[in-house]
């Protein structure tokens, strides 16, 4: 499974950006699909995430002011974030998981990362 993640860039403390990540390859397997952030000198931390059903999680930084979607059909993942705050700032990581099965355990998969910049 492949990610590419887009959409990242410079906004205003306010202002709102949109981030899109597309899968390709072994898609069929992949049943959990998120994002997640990391910031210079942090760790890694989950923004949120989403089900094939729909069914979403958010970090509860994010809680009210980002919210996932995700199109089954085109193989799609977004995030789209309002009201942003320095502190969003990081790089943001398109996610997907392969549940586990009777061979082996839960597989991830990651994509390049896109930069999230919010000036104060």
């Known amino acids: 499974v492949q990610l590419q993640a887009s959409g990242g860039g410079l906004v205003q403390t306010g202002g709102s950006l949109r981030l899109s990540c597309v899968a390709s390859?072994?898609?069929?397997?992949?049943?959990?699909m998120g994002w997640y952030r990391q910031a210079p000198g942090m760790q890694r931390e989950l923004v949120a995430t989403i089900t094939t059903g729909g069914m979403s999680n958010y970090g509860d930084s994010v809680k009210g002011r980002f919210t996932i979607s995700r199109d089954n059909a085109k193989n799609m993942v977004y995030l789209q974030m309002n009201n942003l705050e320095p502190e969003d700032t990081a790089v943001y990581y398109c996610n997907a998981k392969k549940p586990a099965t009777l061979n082996e355990g839960a597989v991830r998969y990651w994509g390049q990362g896109t930069l999230v910049t919010v000036s104060s």
């Open positions: 390859g072994s898609i069929f397997t992949i049943d959990l």
